[in-house]
């Protein structure tokens, strides 16, 4: 059963340019990490991880524009994302960059649907769509947090960064949770319409 996120037919191909997109974020996921906690490149890092987060945008629009939204695309892009964003969380704690705090209300979220997808889902055959609300909560964080850490760290405009940052992390959060809530509702639907 579907969700009520992105509705567009799917297809089982699997080598499309958005799918493409997904793949090349996950392997410069470590190349962020590196650069992040390394304190000589964290700027470096910060900027490639601001990228990769920026590029869910972009290979979501070129599958729906081009037809290429697979069903590969639709597991792979949002488990992209939960990783890409999980590993600059970590970078950016351990740099001392992002508060740990704050790095734990996104992580224990994204866990908790991940062991919920695994354990509840994947052995009755459900997938849920991710729904827009949760896309643009993931954007306005991944957009927030490294603003965060720029500020933190005292790059350029620092304290615009700071205040934007947080006034961003504030709006995302609600967002994030919003969607968690939204889940829960859409898994029950689910699993009801499986019920003998």
């Given at each position: 059963?579907?969700?009520?996120?992105?509705?567009?037919?799917?297809s089982s191909a699997i080598l499309t340019v958005?799918?493409?997109?997904?793949?090349?974020?996950?392997?410069l996921i470590p190349v962020f990490f590196y650069l992040i906690v390394h304190e000589p490149t964290t700027?470096?890092?910060?900027?490639?991880?601001?990228?990769?987060?920026?590029?869910?945008?972009?290979?979501?629009?070129?599958?729906?524009?081009?037809?290429?939204?697979s069903e590969l695309?639709?597991?792979?892009?949002?488990?992209?994302?939960?990783?890409?964003?999980?590993?600059?969380?970590?970078?950016?704690?351990?740099?001392?960059?992002?508060?740990?705090?704050?790095?734990?209300?996104?992580?224990?979220?994204?866990?908790?649907?991940?062991?919920?997808g695994v354990f509840l889902l994947a052995g009755k055959h459900v997938r849920i769509d991710v729904r827009k609300v949760g896309k643009v909560a993931t954007f306005t964080l991944a957009t927030a947090v490294p603003a965060i850490a720029w500020g933190n760290?005292?790059?350029?405009?620092?304290?615009?960064?700071?205040?934007?940052?947080?006034?961003?992390?504030?709006?995302?959060?609600?967002?994030y949770y919003t969607a968690a809530f939204l889940y829960v509702g859409d898994i029950r639907a689910a699993l009801a319409t499986r019920s003998p």
């Open positions: 059963m579907k969700g009520t996120g992105e509705s567009a037919p799917a958005p799918n493409v997109l997904s793949f090349l974020r996950i392997l700027f470096s890092g910060i900027i490639v991880f601001g990228v990769v987060m920026a590029t869910d945008w972009v290979d979501g629009t070129i599958a729906r524009r081009t037809g290429q939204v695309g639709k597991i792979l892009d949002p488990v992209a994302d939960r990783i890409a964003l999980a590993a600059g969380l970590i970078a950016l704690v351990i740099r001392g960059a992002f508060p740990l705090w704050a790095a734990l209300l996104i992580l224990v979220r994204d866990v908790t649907v991940l062991i919920v760290l005292g790059y350029p405009l620092h304290r615009l960064m700071i205040v934007g940052g947080w006034i961003g992390f504030a709006v995302g959060i609600v967002l």
